[in-house]
């Protein structure tokens, strides 16, 4: 059973750039979650999806930061206009509901802007 | 006060020694609580999860939940080498499905 997917495992951006961040849930799982992880800090909650649905988004930036979670593909994560300080590993865990069930976490996208 | 608190350590404890680690939280109506382990360079493992209050033993672990309290903490018997890590706490609040993490503590178990 495949665990949560989550490409590139690396990505370069220069500042100014695009970035997309892609997640597959494991098998069977219907909810994923975004979690950001700066240099030297803890793991913060950024946002939280069911296919089609934007569940909580309280963790997200106001600006420059999207999620989807569309009926067919992964979940993607996108930062417009990336900044340096937007530079961290971006894990995305996924669960099979999303209140009261464990979530498991992706390898995650370590996010380099230059 | 932070969500969710945990000494950032390092703790150092010999090989074959019992390792506790600690973890308190601010929200009463905390739910579901979790120990996740995190190698250096790694995503979060989740080596733990308890729901009620008392203990929960898996193997080596055990988790303790006290919510009178608001205290959640994790025992590793017989620690070893591999054990070394940095060791998070999360807790999972109201309806929502967010994990409020902890800093983390480091393990050092030393052979």
């Known amino acids: 059973n495949a665990g949560v997917m989550q490409n590139p495992r690396h990505l370069v951006r220069r500042r100014g750039q695009e970035a997309r961040l892609r997640c597959s849930p494991m098998?069977?799982?219907?909810?994923v979650y975004w979690y950001r992880q700066l240099p030297e800090e803890g793991l913060k909650f950024m946002v939280y999806?069911?296919?089609?649905?934007?569940?909580?988004e309280s963790g997200m930036p106001k600006e420059r930061f999207s999620a989807e979670f569309p009926k067919e593909g992964p979940s993607i994560l996108r930062i417009q206009q990336v900044v340096r300080g937007d530079s961290a590993a971006y894990f995305c865990a996924s669960s099979p509901s999303g209140v009261g069930y464990e979530q498991y976490f992706g390898p995650g996208t370590r996010l380099t802007v230059t | 006060q932070k969500e969710v608190e945990q000494n950032s350590g390092p703790l150092s404890v010999p090989e074959g020694a019992i390792a506790s680690l600690n973890c308190t939280y601010s929200?009463?109506?905390?739910?579901?609580f979790f120990w996740y382990r995190q190698y250096s360079g790694k995503s979060p493992e989740l080596i733990m999860s308890i729901y009620s209050n008392g203990d929960k033993e898996d193997g080596r672990f055990t988790a303790q939940l006290n919510k009178a309290s608001q205290y959640v903490s994790l025992l590793i018997r017989d620690s070893q080498p591999s054990d070394s890590a940095t060791y998070l706490c999360a807790v999972k609040t109201g309806n929502t499905g967010k994990l409020i993490f902890g800093q983390g503590t480091t393990l050092q178990v030393k052979p």
């Open positions: 999806l069911q296919k089609e649905n934007i569940i909580d």
């Open positions: 929200d009463r109506v905390s739910q579901s």
């Open positions: 098998k069977g799982h219907s909810h």
